[in-house]
């Protein structure tokens, strides 16, 4: 069983700057960020293989969005800026031993999930 903590969220004006933290219990293959406003489905954000730091992002958020690591602290990273009103939502960390599929933003690959942190940019 893998744990995630999650951190960072918060209140923040559209053109503004977040950044998450997720630590993880134990190191593991592929992490990942979603996000899910009410009333809507949970979507992927970004990702990434432990192993190399290879990245994902979802179009939504590329150019905007960094998602790093720190392997000794088994935490990782979502930088957030430009934010817009539309990135508003509850921020979940994600874990996964394995890729079973080909999409590591796909929720159905992840079957170790944090809390979660609210995240609410105004306009």
């Known amino acids: 069983q893998v744990q995630l903590v999650e951190s960072g969220g918060g209140s923040v004006q559209a053109g503004g700057s977040l950044r998450l933290s997720c630590v993880a219990s134990?190191?593991?293959?592929?992490m990942a960020w979603f996000r899910q406003a009410p009333g809507k489905e949970r979507e992927g954000v970004a990702a990434?293989?432990?192993?190399?730091?290879?990245?994902y992002y979802a179009d939504s958020v590329k150019g905007r969005f960094t998602f790093s690591q720190d392997n000794a602290k088994d935490t990782v990273y979502l930088q957030m800026n430009s934010l817009k009103p539309e990135d508003t939502g509850m921020y979940y960390c994600?874990?996964?031993?394995?890729?079973?599929?080909?999409?590591?933003?796909?929720?159905?690959?992840?079957?170790?999930w944090g809390q979660g942190t609210q995240v609410t940019v105004s306009s």
């Open positions: 134990a190191h593991i293959y592929l």
């Open positions: 994600a874990a996964a031993r394995r890729l079973d599929g080909y999409d590591p933003l796909k929720r159905d690959e992840y079957n170790y």
């Open positions: 990434i293989y432990t192993t190399g730091g290879r990245t």
